[in-house]
Every structure is written in C-alpha cells, then in structure tokens.
T-cell receptor
Framework: GQNIDQPTEMTATEGAIVQINCTYQTSGFNGLFWYQQHAGEAPTFLSYNVLDGLEEKGRFSSFLSRSKGYSYLLLKELQMKDSASYLCAVRAYYGNNRLAFGKGNQVVVIP | NAGVTQTPKFRVLKTGQSMTLLCAQDMNHEYMYWYRQDPGMGLRLIHYSVGEGTTAKGEVPDGYNVSRLKKQNFLLGLESAAPSQTSVYFC?????????????FGEGSRLTVL
C-alpha cells in the first residue's frame, strides 16, 4: 500500500513564499503529482516529478527526493487566489499506475 | 472542449434507494476513475477502469458497482444507498503511459443520503 502524509493547514501573507511538504512510503514508485483544489471545485493539475530534483513552472516549483520519500511544493509571490487545498498524490507501478492521494494541505492567504 | 462531465451534480437520496452517476470524457482517454472525497479523508479511490469493458476495485469499493460499456463513459452505481455514502464524488480520466499521466477531473457530484 501507500502511505502519504501532509500537514493539514497553514496561513501565509500575500506576496510571501510558502512551502508545502509531503512524505510518502510506497513500493514501485512511479511519479509524484501536486494538485490544487479550491473549495467546492475539482482538483486541477499543478506539477509532476518522477526524477529527483526541482521542477519549476512559473510561481510554482516542486521538488522530489526519492531516497527520502519526500516532496515539497513551493509557492512564490503568494496571491489571494492561491488560497486552496494542495494535494500530494503518488503513483506506483502496481495497481495499474493508479494514484493515491494525501489528505491535502489547506493554505490560507491573508492580506 | 468539455473534458470530463459528471451528471447529476447534486442528488438527495433516501436510505435504500438506488442511483447511477454518469461520467463522460471526450479526450479518448483509456483510464477512468471514481473517487469519493470526505472531510479530513482526502480523495479515496472507489473503482477504476483501464479500458472499455474493464473495471477493477480501488480502496473503498464496497456498496458500489461500475460499468464501462463505452470508452467515453464510466458509470458508478449505488444499489442500496446508505448514509455513509454521503460524499462528493469525483470522476477522473487520463491518457496512456506515454503521457505524464495527470488526471483530469470532473466538477464533482454531491450526494446526500438521508
């Protein structure tokens, strides 16, 4: 099985930087995904890591260390619209590459 | 381009009633999934399909059945609804292994069982 752990909630100020951590335990690791979910809406894809290192996409960056079972999502220049839940999801080779999701981290951006 | 469409978006059932949630995707994706999302529990996989005519159990399959008669449609059925099935249900699809494999989600179906 897969075990995915994320902190539940954090508050940050507009314009700041926030780092959201995700630790996981799985066999047959085949990629880690980050999704953003606004209240009452569907999750939307943010980033994907399968190799160690940093992937940068505009204000969002995601880092992966496979040996440590650890990833983080970095949000820069926070905007009010970034208030959302951020979901970490791990894919494994077994089970037809299906995704297992963490419980999500609620980020609240304040002025 | 509609992407992934779920119907209905809201439904209230009485205990013991049956219903079917329909998911339709127009991206020619092979893989389709049904998740449920509950407060504090995250997204949990109910059933999934790796292609037309196939279905498989996820983490929490009890009380649900699915069918994938056509590639673009994935149906989730509740034969005898229970209050524990009150949840928000999300359908998702993805392309084959040559792609990143990101999931595309429908807008969700909010089900309340009284």
């Amino acid at each position: 099985g897969q075990n995915i752990d994320q902190p539940t909630e954090m508050t940050a100020t507009e314009g700041a930087i926030v780092q959201i951590n995700c630790t996981y335990q799985t066999s047959g690791f085949n990629g880690l995904f980050w999704y953003q979910q606004h209240a009452g809406e569907a999750p939307t894809f943010l980033s994907y890591n399968v190799l160690d290192g940093l992937e940068e996409k505009g204000r969002f960056s995601s880092f992966l260390s496979r040996s440590k079972g650890y990833s983080y999502l970095l949000l820069k220049e926070l905007q009010m619209k970034d208030s959302a839940s951020y979901l970490c999801a791990v894919r494994a080779y077994y089970g037809n590459n299906r995704l297992a999701f963490g419980k999500g981290n609620q980020v609240v951006v304040i002025p | 381009n509609a992407g992934v469409t779920q119907t209905p978006k809201f439904r209230v059932l009485k205990t013991g009633q049956s219903m079917t949630l329909l998911c339709a995707q127009d991206m020619n994706h092979e893989y389709m999934y049904w998740y449920r999302q509950d407060p504090g529990m995250g997204l949990r996989l109910i059933h999934y399909s790796v292609g037309e005519g196939t279905t498989a159990k996820g983490e929490v399959p009890d009380g649900y059945n699915v069918s994938r008669l056509k590639k673009q449609n994935f149906l989730l059925g509740l034969e005898s609804a229970a209050p524990s099935q009150t949840s928000v249900y999300f359908c998702a699809s993805r392309g084959g292994t040559r792609e990143t494999g990101e999931l595309f989600f429908g807008e969700g179906s909010r089900l309340t069982v009284l």
